[in-house]
């Protein structure tokens, strides 16, 4: 078994401490001083989020997505309501970018060869035999993972300039290690397609199965001729060889056991006509055969061990890999989802309502949002009405986008989108408005939407939702009645409010349905308009629903208070389920009851009860109140046309603007292509012109005496300066800026301006007499000299300046390396001659001294001992010198490094018989020594 030792050694190097998970607990602000108390509260905030969750209905969502998972860990994880939820917007956003990178993939990615081994990389730890079904799961696993990897590097290089946007798809894979040595010896050792381990797999089972070869070969051919001699004796109706017992054996009539003397009975046939018996010149060899067959079981026992013992040390390694296998595969699972409902990325805010310029400004602007669970079902009926329509099997129709974009955009009448409106100085939203009128429904909308936002998944909004990233979102919607706990709807509520205020932070968004309902209307109206008092100083947003119209003055009172009505059409009596901001609703009990089928008696005496219990100054005010409401509502619309009218034109501006970005950058690219191809004919020209020189020189030195040696290469030499000169100007190729002396800064304009740290700032009054600007970073207006501002520069310009320049540069390298080579060969030449020389002169003085050729290295007189170790240098440098011939040069290349194989090298060149003498390393050829073989 040495391969797979030496194998498996190599392998099981120690893996970083690198694990995450898919939750965790949430992030909430403790003032508490306790241990104790601290840890209450997380705990209590934790169970409270999840219950949030619950009545939010995340799980049904999450097995929403699961339809669009690629593995079984994907599935498991989203049907188990454990999709990723981000508790920190830093997370929140890094998925976010890894929904939007896996939108923007032009194809799916193939997942089909991912398997869910964790369950095997646990046995394995546990000291559990993996099998080799097991073993080739996990090869298969290794081998899908890396090909994803490879897959979307491959797109990232081909998609040029664009190719970040699939960065964060690449990060999630970047820091695995695919264990590929592990997945290779796998696949040398092991037939996954026949689940049989190969021969090769370790020496000794090579030799046990080649000799149970040749042993069943040897009984095989002995089994054949008895069973022949007992068909032609009669004994048997053909020729039967079969094993029986683990044993190979032969079948012949009872009544002719005498055929076999001495012969073995293995089994008789149920009948009793037919004995199964051991010849006696094969029981030698079946007991071969038993214990070469148990020793291949041991041997093949053992390979499988090692391969355990591998994956059990590459445990953590491998289950960060299948950690990083199932984010991908849910990050790709939210964008397909978004898809499929239509979905837009919505825009996180993190820092409240202070960053906003005026109080009119939005904290919440989503416009003409669904409700993901409602939308379901309208989204399959109309991808099944396409698929009918275009024939296509897929129910998702996701071949037929534009079918599908038409069908959505002649989408029916449920559900109705809702636009949720929240102003950034709103603390409390109070929701009122008749019973089924979609109240808790909205609600539930806007907490869905947050936790969908912070678990970075797609809206089904338009445009660009805007919300912000809430730390906690609590909500307290439903009966919390309980008879083990003694706790009445009222009790219930009032117990689920007070949990929630103990962990709710400045960061938190609360949900309360029907606050103060369940009790006396006076005591419920009074606690409830105590409890928004308290959360509007300590949450970042609270909505809640009632019925209490004395909780919708409290706006009267206070800035921090919004209302929000439910509309309802009293023509034909029913809700039409959309929000009207800053407006009260009424509950339309009767009307609503009237609708249903109620007695027109009974209703009559209602409205007597409610004329006797509303004064009529308070009707009067209502009216009044009512009525300035839809004045203020009209006005907001004739607003709302006017930007709307406004936008039209900026966007058409935009529009003309873009266009002729585009052409500049098209303008752009063409010159760029054409200065690209300029300078590779300049280096070819070049290339060839001096190759022409080098060729030429070398034709005329074989007729060239050694007078005219010293001409020649004057001339080749000034040939080689004067392309040199012309493909190389001396002045420098750095990108130069434009001189600013003559810039003036325009009004509207972005600036780099040097006393903010070449910040840009925007130009807000022209070049005044002293030849000052004032320019607006941020909300700071500054008046600065003009000689500390800078134009905004064209990026993509410089950069594409510098790229040519690069590549001029990299002509005038290659050049100087051509002539280099050419000085390389002169310099050779006149080694040669001089040596030459001296031989002549050395012969003529003593005819003894040996000669050893021109001193030119070529491949074949140099042997390359970097990266060695000692031994293995050594071992190289004794071959290579007892190689080389009689009178021959040594070029051994040892490098600078620490100096240990330089030692060891010129240790071996000291002590050799064969080495006369050798020449350390030159200022010209560093890293070698040269040396002379008798």
């Known amino acids: 078994m040495e391969l797979c030792n030496t194998f498996i050694a190599t392998v099981n190097t120690p893996p970083p401490n690198r694990c995450r998970t898919l939750t965790r607990r ?71 970018d890894q929904t939007a990178a896996a939108v923007a ?126 068909f032609q004796g009669g004994g ?127 904290l919440i602007d989503i416009e003409a949002i669904q409700h993901p669970l409602l939308l379901e079902t309208f989204l399959k009926n109309s991808s099944d009405l396409i698929a009918s329509k275009s024939g296509s099997s897929d129910p998702l129709n996701r071949g037929n986008g534009a079918m599908k974009s038409e069908a959505f955009s002649d989408s029916c009448d449920f559900p109705v989108p809702i636009d949720i409106k929240v102003g950034c100085s709103t603390k409390v939203v109070v929701i009122s408005g008749p019973n089924t009128g979609g109240k808790t429904a909205s609600m539930k909308t806007l907490g869905l939407a947050s936790v969908m936002s912070k678990a970075g998944m797609y809206l089904p909004a338009k445009r660009q939702p805007r919300l912000p990233w809430f ?45 103060g309902s369940g009790t006396d209307p006076s005591e419920g109206v009074a606690l409830s308009a105590s409890i928004l008092q308290y959360l509007k100083d300590r949450v970042n947003l609270a909505v809640v629903t009632t019925h209490y119209a004395d909780l919708t003055r409290l706006k009267e009172r206070d800035t921090r208070f919004e209302n929000a009505a439910m509309e309802f059409s009293l023509e034909t009596l029913q809700p039409t389920y959309q929000i009207l901001w800053g407006s009260r609703g009424d509950s339309n009990a009767l009307s609503i009851a009237k609708s249903i089928g109620f007695d027109d008696k009974i209703i009559e005496r209602a409205q007597v009860w409610v004329d006797k219990l509303m004064p009529e100054k308070q009707k009067t005010r209502q009216s009044l109140l009512y009525q300035s409401l839809m004045e203020e509502k009209n006005r907001l619309e004739t607003q709302a046309r006017g930007a709307a009218s406004l936008r039209s034109d900026v966007m058409n501006l935009y529009r003309e603007i873009r266009d002729e970005a585009e052409d500049l950058d098209r303008r752009e690219a063409v010159l760029m292509a054409n200065e690209t191809r300029k300078v590779k004919r300049e280096l070819k020209a070049a290339k060839s012109q001096i190759e022409s020189v080098i060729q030429e020189f070398e034709s005329q030195l074989r007729t060239t005496s050694a007078d005219q040696f010293s001409s020649l290469i004057k001339k080749s030499e000034s040939a080689i300066a004067s392309i040199v000169e012309a493909h190389c100007p001396s002045d420098d190729f750095s990108v130069r800026e434009t001189d600013d002396n003559s810039y003036t800064p325009q009004i509207g304009e972005q600036v780099h301006v040097e006393g903010l740290g070449n910040k840009l700032a925007t130009v807000v009054q022209a070049l005044d007499d002293d030849n000052t600007v004032l320019v607006q970073y941020g909300k700071i207006r500054i008046r600065v000299n003009k000689s500390n501002i800078k ?69 074949k007189n140099t042997v390359d001992l970097r990266g060695m170790r000692v031994e293995e240098a050594s071992h190289f440098l004794n071959a290579a010198i007892g190689s080389k011939g009689s009178n021959s040069v040594l070029f051994i290349i040892h490098g600078m490094g620490t100096g240990v194989i330089k030692e060891c090298a010129i240790e071996i060149l000291k002590n050799h018989p064969r080495v006369t003498k050798f020449e350390q390393e030159s200022p010209m050829n560093y890293g070698c020594t040269v040396a002379y073989i008798n």
């Not at 310009?797 to 320049?805: D, G, Y």
């Not at 040596?835 to 003529?844: D, T, V, W």
Request: charged share 25%; hydrophobic share 40%.
């Open 791 to 859: 134009a905004l520069r064209n990026k993509n310009a410089i950069a594409a300046k510098s790229s040519v320049q690069n590549m001029k540069r990299q002509v005038c390298i290659l050049i100087n390396l051509w002539y280099g080579k050419f000085k390389f060969i002169v310099d050779n030449l006149l080694s040669v001659s001089q040596a030459k020389s001296a031989r002549n002169l050395s012969e003529f003085s003593n005819d003894k001294e040996v000669s050893y050729g021109p001193v030119v290295q070529t491949s």
């Open 471 to 515: 730390d906690l979102i609590l909500a307290d919607i439903g009966d919390h009645q309980s008879l083990e706990q003694n706790l009445s709807t009222f009790s219930g509520h009032i117990s689920q409010l007070c949990k929630m205020l103990e962990v709710a932070s400045k960061e938190s968004l609360v949900l309360i349905d029907e606050i």
């Open 26 to 96: 949430p992030t909430i602000s403790i003032s508490a001083t306790t241990p104790d108390s601290t840890h209450h509260r997380l705990r209590l905030a934790e169970t409270l989020q999840n219950e949030t969750l619950e009545t939010l209905e995340w799980p049904s969502l999450c097995n929403q997505v699961s339809a669009f998972t690629s593995t079984a860990m994907g599935l498991a994880a989203a049907q188990t309501a454990r999709l990723p939820i981000g508790w920190t917007p830093d997370e929140s956003r890094k998925l976010l």
């Open 236 to 362: 048997i109706d053909r020729p039967l060889i079969t094993k029986r017992r683990s044993r190979m054996c032969v079948g012949i009539r009872a009544s002719h056991r005498s055929l076999l003397p001495d012969g073995i009975v293995l089994k008789i046939s149920s009948s009793g006509a037919t004995y199964f018996m051991e010849p006696k010149e094969a029981v030698e060899l079946n007991n071969l055969e038993v214990r070469l067959s148990n020793s291949e079981k041991v041997e093949e026992q053992a390979i499988l061990s090692l391969f355990t013992s591998a994956i059990a040390e590459s445990n953590i390694e491998i289950k960060y890999l299948l950690d990083r296998i199932l984010e991908l595969d849910l990050a790709l699972a939210r964008a397909a989802h978004g898809q499929w409902m239509h979905g837009v990325c919505p825009n996180l805010t993190t820092d409240g309502f202070e960053s906003y310029e005026t109080d009119s400004s939005l």
């Open 105 to 230: 993939l032009p194809r799916p990615l193939d997942f089909s060869g991912i398997e869910d081994v964790s369950q095997i990389v646990k046995s394995s730890v546990s000291g559990e035999l993996a099998s080799i079904s097991e073993l080739c799961a996990v090869k298969r696993t290794l081998r899908s993972a890396r090909e994803l990897f490879e897959k979307l590097e491959e797109l990232a290089l081909h998609d040029g300039d664009s190719s970040e946007r699939y960065l964060p798809l690449l990060d999630i894979l970047r820091s695995c290690n695919f264990l590929s040595e592990l997945e290779q010896k796998i696949g040398y050792c092991i037939d996954c397609n026949f689940s049989i381990i190969l021969d090769r797999a370790s020496e000794d089972l090579e030799i046990i199965r080649s000799e149970r070869k040749r042993n069943m070969e040897n009984l095989d051919s002995l089994l054949k001729k008895v069973s022949a001699r007992i």
